[in-house]
């Protein structure tokens, strides 16, 4: 019984550490316990185990919930983001480059480039031509595309201000004497992939 007050404060001690290595992922409470049981059972108290074992139980049981809840977190995160494959159809040579805006509203939609969520042109290397956009949240998008075949990054018209490229939009609505409202041309975007096709239309033969 002398011993008593230094059994508690060694039991005390590496319940400290136990914690510690707990918290840090270095040490599962089923580990200590196979190896340190019997070593304490012969120097402490029941009392200073019973302290000892909940000590480290609690701690599994808070590591547990935060387990849980990143796994859970980095599930939702995945959820989150889509990947979006767009196909174009009637490209009329593959000269150039084709060139994509995608636009989240109707702000600056069509024309208005600075405001789109995603601008990129991309050479065209074979048809069917086909290009995926990853990372997009889901949600409401429509798409402007331009076969930039002079590879300029912009949109030849001519003197009267008719497009000389072929050009498209998401949803392939009737081309009119001006451009189609961003309601015309929006789509939904969810679940893990979603796929659409434009087709391209070349006013002064392309």
């Given at each position: 019984?002398?011993?008593?007050?230094?059994?508690?404060?060694?039991?005390?001690v590496w319940l400290g550490f136990v914690s510690f290595a707990l918290a840090a992922g270095a040490l599962s409470l089923e580990t200590h316990v196979n190896i340190k049981l019997h070593s304490l059972e012969s120097h402490c108290e029941t009392n200073s185990m019973v302290k000892l074992l909940q000590g480290g139980a609690?701690?599994?049981?808070?590591?547990?919930?935060?387990?849980?809840a990143t796994v859970i977190g980095a599930s939702?995160?995945?959820?989150?983001?889509?990947?979006?494959?767009?196909?174009?159809?009637?490209l009329r040579s593959q000269q150039g480059q084709v060139c994509f805006s995608i636009f989240a509203n109707s702000q600056g939609f069509p024309t208005k480039?600075?405001?789109?969520?995603?601008?990129?042109?991309?050479?065209?290397t074979n048809r069917?031509?086909?290009?995926?956009?990853?990372?997009?949240?889901?949600?409401?998008?429509a798409i402007a595309v331009l076969h930039?075949?002079?590879g300029n990054s912009q949109a030849n018209r001519n003197a009267l201000g008719i497009p000389t490229e072929g050009f498209?939009?998401?949803?392939?609505?009737?081309?009119?004497?001006?451009?189609?409202?961003?309601?015309?041309?929006?789509?939904?975007?969810?679940g893990t992939t979603t796929k659409i096709q434009i087709r391209l239309n070349y006013l002064l033969g392309g």
């Open positions: 019984m002398k011993q008593l007050p230094y059994c508690l404060d060694y039991c005390d609690a701690w599994l049981t808070v590591l547990g919930s935060l387990v849980g939702q995160a995945q959820a989150e983001t889509t990947r979006l494959k767009v196909e174009i159809d009637g480039t600075a405001q789109a969520v995603r601008n990129q042109c991309v050479k065209i069917p031509f086909q290009v995926e956009f990853q990372n997009l949240k889901p949600g409401s998008y930039d075949a002079d498209g939009f998401s949803k392939n609505p009737a081309i009119r004497l001006g451009a189609p409202s961003f309601s015309e041309t929006a789509f939904q975007v969810s």
